[in-house]
């Protein structure tokens, strides 16, 4: 089975709310596609992620693996670079956990391991 | 700041009379339970939860109220909170691993998956927390970067538990290696080793 990617440029998200941003992932990860953002999620939409993945588990759908690099913390500098348009650097990366077996990271690098 | 002092001293007044609520938080099976026993039985004399070598044994918040603490002659009064372990996944495949019928295998992953619900919901509204990390699992997961980082924002005091140091394949230098920006206490929940550091980590940070 080939396996899809996702790109989604900071551009798609801009302006939308944390809520809008977690459906567009879930829907994409639903169609088991593996999503790379661009700007990476906050830890409160990390949060909210979890818990809206939590409510769509069923036998088939097991869940998620996600995994966020460099700046996630939403603190008063980020959210000024990102009002001014800037972005904050970082990235996440989010797919079925049926597709996306392993994540592994350390502060810089991400590995995973992907198939079905 | 004559009106910070005036809040601090309210919330003081208020905090007073309110019990501390310190949350137990972390990934799977990395021995919330076996600690917030251990932590009750050294207090109060009684166990709280149920500690299983299957995952997500946790699926509601367990709640021990009004344990109070000594440490140096100071008394903390605290509401232990036992929370679900957190996941990003919930498979019941592996709970018929360990022989369940599938079932019964289905219907814990629908409580699990509730239960980390509430866990999280609760993460705002702890006044302390303890996250515990498995000393011999890699600790750079995502669940404890979301957790640790919905903490930081919120500014609630953390102290990071490096547990099961009593494992020959513990590494607990890696989980300081991984958040330098916490405090790490290695101990063993299970044979009680350093609970005692904890405790005074804990009224310590109480204030
Ligand atoms: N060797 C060792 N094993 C431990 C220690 N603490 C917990 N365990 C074991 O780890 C397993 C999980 O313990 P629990 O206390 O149920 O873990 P938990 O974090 O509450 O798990 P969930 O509620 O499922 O998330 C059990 O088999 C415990 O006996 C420890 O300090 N040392
Ligand atoms: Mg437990």
Redesign the interface.
Known sequence: MAIQFEFISSDTVMGKSSEEKINIIMKSVRKDKILVLEEPL???E??LL??K???A?T?DF???????LGN????LKSRVIKFLGGKTSGLTVVGP?NLVHQ?????NKLRFVAGK | MPFQGLFKWLMGFFRGRKAFSLGIYGNVNTGKSTLANRVSMDWTGEAMSKVSEIPHETREVIKKERVSIKVDGKELTINLLDMPG????????EFVDYGMSKGDA?QR?KEA??G??EA??W?EHVDIALVVMDACL?P?T?VN??I???L??RNIPVIIVANKIDKKSAKPERIRAAFPQHSVVEISALKGDNVNKLYEEIVKRAR
């Open positions: 906050t830890p409160a990390e949060k979890i818990m993945t939590m409510t588990i036998r097991p869940g998620i693996e996600v995994c966020s996630t913390v939403d603190d956990s994540v592994k990271r350390d502060p | 957190i996941a990003t996944k919930v498979d019941y495949h289905q992953a998956t509730k980390i619900i999280i919901k993460l890699d750079y995502q970067i979301t640790l980082g919905n930081e924002a």
